[in-house]
């Protein structure tokens, strides 16, 4: 009968301790406070640093895997980006959305999701920090990523695609890709004063050196690019 008592009792105020304690948690950036971890005061995880722990949004729960401690989450295309560690402390990424959606592991602690049948694509980092850093997050189309296996990682968007008639006469679409490098180190994001234009969906982009990015148009016509 005592047994039982406090069964019950347990079941009725965790909820409140819970929610108590997620009160308390700061307003502004990530705080910890009782074991809960509030990230810019939407998303709540519980237990913090616990395997199969669970992160809220607004108190109410979002997504809980039992392989993994989840750490982090930011807010993506139609759903959310989670981070978690499995067992060997390897950092693995899900998505709460599109369960057709996946996610492409690449170098350098970058990843690329591709949301849906209209190829969204979005790229994420992990940095020093193991916090999730989305790329781009006004763009759909980030892709094409190379890392030069030291400290930079370079990639490209489609900033817009167009008719147009070309020398010959003749009407073709045209798209206009923007590059941008991630200085892993300094963690700074730079969007090169560069346009590309081309008629192929896809930009080729090759580290030459450390520091020298290629990048080669359909025609087969090569640019390089210095980066300092």
């Known amino acids: ?52 722990n669970t992160i809220y949004l607004n108190k109410k729960r979002l997504v809980s895997r039992d392989d993994l401690t989840l750490v982090d989450i930011v807010e993506g295309p139609d759903g959310y980006i989670y981070h978690g560690l499995d067992e060997t402390g ?65 990639f490209y968007h489609i900033a817009k695609g167009e008719t147009i008639e070309t020398d010959e006469g003749k009407e073709r679409y045209q798209y206009t890709f923007r590059l941008h490098v991630v200085d892993t180190k300094t963690r700074q994001l730079r969007h090169l004063p560069i346009i590309v234009k081309d008629f192929s969906l896809k930009l ?14 359909s025609n087969g016509q090569i640019e390089t690019v210095a980066i300092r």
């Not at 996610?103 to 969204?120: A, P, R, V, W």
């Not at 080729?204 to 148009?217: A, H, I």
Request: proline share 3%; net charge positive; aromatic share 12%.
């Open 1 to 52: 009968m005592v047994k039982h008592f406090i069964l019950v009792l347990w079941i009725i105020l965790t909820p409140l301790f819970f929610t108590a304690a997620i009160a308390q948690t700061s307003a502004k950036g990530t705080r910890s406070v009782d074991g809960i971890l509030s990230i810019d005061d939407h998303f709540q995880i519980f237990p913090e640093n616990q395997p199969g």
């Open 90 to 154: 390897h950092s693995v990424l899900g998505y709460t959305g599109n369960r057709d959606a996946k996610f492409i592991q690449l170098k350098g602690g970058f990843y690329q999701l591709i949301t849906d049948s209209n190829n969204k694509k979005k790229i994420y980092w992990i940095n020093g920090n193991r916090k999730i850093e989305d790329l781009l997050p006004k763009r759909n189309t980030g892709t094409g990523l190379v890392f030069n296996d030291v400290d930079k990682a370079a």
């Open 204 to 217: 080729r982009l090759e580290w030459m050196d450390e520091n020298t990015l290629k990048y080669t148009l």
